[in-house]
């Protein structure tokens, strides 16, 4: 079954208890897709020793069997969710792979096309971004 991380970027610094409620609103949101298990990424603890996966504030992570209609929704339930709480953007991660979508996101064949191919093959687990680009959309492989 595949993963993948979604990272809400506030487009202003918040403290971490408005990060976290932006990811709860997120989540309820995506639990609205059949299909889609929803959740909050868990810390691990630091230090030598301890696993090399990171997870981010506002960090959720999404399983479920994917389609190519189950990901035009969650890309939908993003984009629409940017907008609305006016969000710089939102991460869609696999391993070192990801997919960045705005509130003005056009979800157009070539953004779908992008997402699919976060599913390709497995990846390592999420890491912390590499510094945030003006917005649009991007994939890093």
Request: hydrophobic share 45%; glycine share 10%; aromatic share 2%.
């Amino acid at each position: 079954m595949s993963e993948l991380s979604l990272l809400i970027e506030p487009s202003t610094a918040l403290p971490a208890e408005r990060v976290d409620g932006l990811a709860a609103g997120l989540a309820d949101d995506l639990r609205a897709v059949r299909g889609l298990r929803v959740a909050h990424a868990q810390s691990p603890a630091d230090g030598p020793g301890k696993s090399a996966q990171a997870w981010e504030l506002g960090m959720l992570v999404v399983g479920g069997l994917f389609s190519a209609s189950t990901m035009r929704a969650l890309a939908q339930v993003a984009v629409a969710y940017a907008d609305r709480v006016k969000a710089r953007s939102i991460r869609i991660r696999n391993g070192d792979r990801e997919v960045v979508v705005t509130g003005d996101t056009r979800l157009d064949p070539a953004v779908l096309d992008r997402l699919a191919q976060l599913l390709d093959e497995p990846s390592a687990p999420a890491l912390p971004a590499s510094p945030p680009d003006g917005g649009g959309t991007s994939v890093r492989s």
